[in-house]
């Protein structure tokens, strides 16, 4: 599905969400979004010593550091939530071989996510990145805002071949921007550079961050088609290959499961929970599968 044509408006994109995705949830969660999303919308409030059922997350390293004790912070919740979305539409965010590009299914999150959020007076804000941070819209409630979003990124060009995409600078903007705790989601396929996970640590002190990961199945594991031409989505370098070679798919697998790896251990680290869209998955199943585990958490 392109996310493009005269038809896919951001009004009718916000209608088919509306439909298949809000109607859906709405029965599937009923009215529980606490499973979605919480430790968010709060003011600081005071300090106590450290509970062994407190979440570590809420420890005040410097009052821990002069009190020889561990000390949480404690917070008074906020009835209104700031959200944002930090946006990655890099070259390689276009790329797509099952049902739409991963670009769809960013388009769809913000649409679904955006709606979530303002229809319970929220506020949701985002940042659009490429090479460089290209817009800031501010957060603001209400349909009209889901709207603005969607119309910003429709009317963006996909972008041409680039170095390596770097998401430190957006997430360093991030820190230097957003001043008040809030819910921050970071959409991306983390194709990049590294050096984007000690900034992403920065941002979980003093935010609820969520790793929002786009991928494909092709990126994980190649089919036998025979002689292909790959190309680097973010550079434009091709190389030739013969997928026939059972021994050349077996490394690909393994150099993919080895970056899975490395990354689900980033983000474990960073200490924000994850959400992973698939471009072959139904997004209400993916995040109820969400949902779901932070439950059990």
């Known amino acids: 599905m392109s996310d493009r044509g005269p038809d896919l408006t951001p009004e009718h994109i916000l209608q088919r969400i509306d439909w298949h995705v809000i109607r859906r949830l709405d029965g599937l969660l009923q009215g ?109 409630g209400g349909r009209i805002q889901s709207l603005r979003l969607l119309n910003e990124l429709l009317r963006r060009p996909e972008m041409g071949r680039a170095p390596l995409t770097d998401l430190a600078p957006l997430l360093n903007a991030a820190l230097g921007a957003v001043k008040r705790r809030s819910l921050i989601f970071v959409v991306s396929d983390f194709i990049c550079a590294p050096g984007w996970e000690r900034p992403l640590t920065m941002l979980a002190r003093h935010h609820e961050v969520i790793a929002v990961r786009l991928w494909d199945p092709r990126e994980l594991e190649l089919p036998d088609v025979g002689p292909i031409m790959m190309e680097d989505s973010e550079t434009g370098e091709q190389l030739y290959v013969d ?40 997004l209400v199943r993916a995040i109820m599968r969400f949902a779901t585990k932070r439950r059990r958490r």
């Open 32 to 140: 529980d979004y606490r499973s979605l999303f919480y430790g968010y919308g709060v003011d600081f409030a005071d300090l106590r010593e450290y509970q062994p059922e407190d979440d570590v997350r809420a420890i005040d390293w410097n009052v821990t550091a002069r009190m020889d004790a561990p000390y949480v912070r404690q917070y008074v919740e906020d009835r209104e939530l700031a959200a944002w979305l930090l946006l990655d539409l890099s070259p390689s965010v276009a790329f797509g071989t099952a049902r739409r590009p991963k670009r769809t299914v960013l388009i769809d999150f913000v649409a679904a996510i955006s709606r979530l959020l303002t229809r319970h007076g929220n506020r949701v804000g985002a940042m659009l990145y490429g090479s460089q941070i290209e817009r800031t819209i501010p957060p603001k």
């Open 243 to 282: 997928t026939r070679d059972k021994k050349f798919r077996r490394r690909f697998a393994d150099a993919s499961q080895r970056r899975e790896e490395a990354l689900a251990e980033a983000f474990r680290q960073a200490g924000v929970a994850t959400l992973s869209l698939s471009t072959d998955e139904d």
